[in-house]
């Protein structure tokens, strides 16, 4: 079975700061990747996935993540936070071509000051 | 992407009661999902809603506790019966793919029920 773990489970920053969020996954398979976000009394969002081919992986917002297979990893990141940016954090993860049911992480509490 | 929307958004109920969570989607889709998002927690699946078959339901999950409906391809209700404190938490409804990204590979969700039981 899958999992995925987020080790960072609440993340403060200053507007300015560079942000890198874990996200390791436990899978011998090919998997797709991804991350979604969740702003404050907003609904679940795609941030940006990951399916093949170029492993660093630009999504919206000026949002990136980078594939490492043999890390087993997906690493959110972003070189400058705005406040805007506060809001939860998931990664998830599922087969290519197996069950299309993401399993995700627990979630990172981001929380960017002013 | 596709507009999900849920009914209602928040409720704050009885134990020993049953709510009923509406799910509608604005373009037909095959399958359909029900989570629950409890505070601090994951997002754990409930259950796959097929239309016109039976919902399948994740371990530890029950159709007893759980009854889903999914009479068409763009509606789907979820209730939660007999509610206790226990089942306070955020249930989102969710779907495959999108007019942007009809990829089957992707879910997209709605904005969520949050439910708090007395």
């Known amino acids: 079975a899958q999992s995925v773990s987020q080790h960072n489970h609440h993340v403060i920053l200053s507007e300015a700061a560079s942000l890198e969020l874990g996200c390791n996954y436990s899978?011998?398979?090919?998997?797709?990747l991804f991350w979604y976000v969740q702003y404050p009394g907003q609904h679940l969002q795609l941030l940006l996935k990951?399916?093949?081919?170029?492993?660093l992986v630009k999504g919206i917002k000026g949002f990136e993540a980078e594939f490492i297979k043999s890390k087993f990893s997906f690493n959110l990141r972003k070189p400058s936070v705005q406040w805007s940016d506060t809001a939860e954090y998931f990664c998830a993860v599922n087969e290519t071509g197996g069950s299309y049911i993401p399993t995700f992480g627990r979630g990172t509490s981001l929380i960017v000051h002013p | 992407s596709a507009v999900i929307s849920q009914k209602p958004s928040r409720d704050i109920c009885q134990r020993g009661t049953s709510l009923t969570i509406q799910c509608q989607v604005d373009?037909?889709?095959?399958?359909m999902f029900w989570y629950r998002q409890q505070p601090g927690q994951s997002l754990t699946l409930i259950a796959t809603?097929?239309?016109?078959?039976?919902?399948?339901?994740e371990s530890g999950f029950v159709i007893d506790k759980f009854p889903i409906s999914r009479p068409n391809l763009t509606f789907s209700t979820l209730t939660v019966s007999n509610m206790s404190p226990e089942d306070s938490s955020i249930y989102l409804c969710?779907?495959?793919?999108?007019?942007?990204?009809?990829?089957?590979?992707?879910?997209?969700f709605g904005p969520g029920t949050r439910l708090t039981v007395l």
């Open positions: 809603a097929n239309q016109g078959s039976e919902a399948t339901y």
């Open positions: 990951y399916f093949s081919g170029d492993p």
């Open positions: 373009s037909q889709v095959t399958m």
């Open positions: 969710s779907v495959e793919g999108a007019a942007s990204d009809p990829s089957t590979d992707t879910q997209y």
């Open positions: 899978y011998g398979g090919t998997v797709n």
